[in-house]
């Protein structure tokens, strides 16, 4: 009997020792999880500072230029601001910046100002579109989603095309706010969309239409432009790496003979930046880009106009757009 009492009371014994260590690695794990979830917390306010940080800083390098009485006759690729930042390490991680010049690409918000579209500005983008391989019946939807009227262009597409989609939405009838929103816009399918982010740009609604820097700009860009083909604009491209163009009259004397360039479409300088911040701090990774506007003049200065996450690229079996 007491045998049997002495096995009942090692069970039991067994029994407690056995949830209290049950318990105990329970707390352990919260307490390990609610130590990381902390970091983790720390860190992203951590990575937010050095995103500000890293923002007035890329502002000053770009106002350092402007100022600069030797590189202010143009912004071009041999500048301080186009050159790649090397990784600046920071309390418990890194930062890694970079500046592009966001007048180096197609500002899709040209084609319409004051509601109103501009031809020049059309005609490049139509060319832009056949260098991209793309077809010329994306120009006219575009145009309608920007205009400020409902009257429907050959092709395009207003409020009743877009009404009788599921889910059904109306047309703009305003400038883009980003590249993103040709996703709404008739004829682009994600594939478009992806293929002309790298050449187009959408700045804010402009007072005047915001030329292309031919200091910056791609082949692909150069050629709309001039409305000669990519081998040309690479020669022009090779022609301004050994030496940038200080005006506008310097780039026009390499296309003497184009009836197709316009002096009101291209320049030498920008005005709007496009800089990105990737900020790795513990088990924090984040990227974001700007957009930074910088005036010039003796009263020069540059502002963070908005700042966001670049969207994430994924693909789908099958686009029906």
């Known amino acids: 009997m007491k045998s049997a009492q002495r096995g009942v009371a090692l069970i039991t014994a067994m029994l407690i020792v056995a949830i209290i260590a049950t318990l105990a690695t329970s707390l352990a794990l919260g307490q390990q999880v609610w130590l990381r979830q902390t970091q983790n917390l720390a860190d992203l306010a951590q990575a937010e500072q050095v995103r500000q940080g890293a923002y007035e800083y890329a502002a000053a390098v770009l106002l350092r230029d402007e100022k600069s009485a030797l590189t202010n006759k143009s912004d071009n690729l041999q500048e301080a601001w186009a050159q790649p930042f090397p990784p600046l390490p920071v309390e418990g991680g890194v930062v890694v910046i970079s500046i592009a010049d966001a007048q180096a690409r197609f ?3 040209n084609l319409v100002q004051h509601g109103q579209p501009v031809g020049d500005e059309i005609e490049i983008f ?19 989603w920007l205009d400020a009227d409902s009257n429907t262009l050959a092709g395009g597409a207003e409020d009743l095309d877009y009404l009788n989609l599921d889910p059904p939405y109306r047309t703009a009838n305003r400038p883009l706010r980003g ?34 820097n031919v200091n910056t700009a791609s ?33 026009q004397a390499l296309y003497p003979t184009s009836q197709l360039l316009r002096p009101n479409t291209y320049n030498v300088k920008s005005e709007f930046f496009i800089v990105s911040v990737e900020t790795r701090i513990g088990r924090i990774q984040r990227r974001t880009e700007a957009l930074i506007e910088r005036s010039s003049g003796n009263n020069a200065k540059a502002d963070v106009l908005w ?12 686009d029906k757009s």
């Open 219 to 251: 082949a692909e860009v150069l050629a709309a432009v001039t409305g000669t083909d990519t081998g040309q604009a690479k020669q022009t491209i090779q022609a301004r790496d050994n030496k940038p163009f200080e005006n506008p009259g310097e780039f």
């Open 307 to 318: 700042y966001r996450q670049p969207s994430i690229p994924f693909t789908l079996d099958e």
């Open 126 to 144: 139509r060319r832009l579109l056949a260098q991209l391989g793309l077809s010329a019946d994306l120009v006219n939807p575009l145009i309608d």
């Open 107 to 109: 500002n899709l918000n």
């Open 179 to 212: 590249v993103d929103e040709l996703r709404l816009v008739k004829g682009y399918t994600r594939k478009i969309v992806e293929d002309l982010s790298k050449h187009v740009t959408v700045l804010p609604e402009p007072a005047q239409r915001k030329p292309i």
